[in-house]
């Protein structure tokens, strides 16, 4: 279910990107007005001045390719996450090429894929990162749950289970019951 989730949001934000910065220009859609805008806003806000238009484009580029990353990144199979790293720069490489071929009102330039690359690459390593916490997550619970049908069949050590094994697991995580049974694994409670 994730992951076809996940595939389906890749697939509409990267036709989103396609429109982005593959329509031939953008002074009809207001693009520079809404940047000198955004900038005046930092500038009172108190960044430094020299924060200009070229640094802006280059933070929203990165901003821009995070979601790539990280649905793509979910996206792939478990094994497969590290692909994002080398698929989305590499497309970065063809939009800046057909700009710079295709598309006269449009300006190819190798920071767009610096920038662009940068962001897969956060997104990516936060897919990563979110898919190994849900991985331990879900190895945990599924430890627990054998260790108690284990111990329900007989099979386990130590005295039956309680009858409410959540209250259990909350007085023993914060050291109010004593009797705790060695071989169980750890339980957690989610945050």
């Known amino acids: 279910m994730r992951v076809g989730l996940a595939t389906a949001l890749f697939f509409v934000y990267l036709a989103f990107v396609m429109w982005v910065t593959m329509t031939p220009s953008l002074d009809g859609v207001g693009v520079d007005s809404v940047a000198d805008r955004v900038l005046r806003v930092l500038h009172r806000l108190g960044m430094p001045e020299a924060f200009g238009y070229m640094e802006l484009e280059f933070t929203a580029n990165i901003g821009m390719f995070i979601p790539l990353g990280f649905l793509l990144g979910l996206a792939l199979p478990g094994w497969g996450w590290w692909l994002a790293l ?20 449009r300006v190819s330039d190798l920071r767009d894929i610096v920038s662009n690359s940068l962001g897969a690459w956060i997104g990516t390593f936060i897919a990563a990162t979110l898919r190994g916490m849900v991985h331990a997550r879900d190895a945990k619970v599924l430890e627990r749950a054998r260790w108690e049908e284990r111990r329900a069949r007989g099979n386990g050590r130590g005295r039956p289970a309680p009858q409410d094994p959540n209250r259990t697991a909350v007085l023993e995580d914060l050291g109010v019951m004593s009797d705790r049974t060695p071989t169980a694994p750890t339980r957690q409670l989610p945050y």
């Open 86 to 105: 080398i698929i989305l720069p590499a497309y970065s490489g063809a939009i800046e090429w057909t700009q710079g071929e295709f598309l006269s009102d």
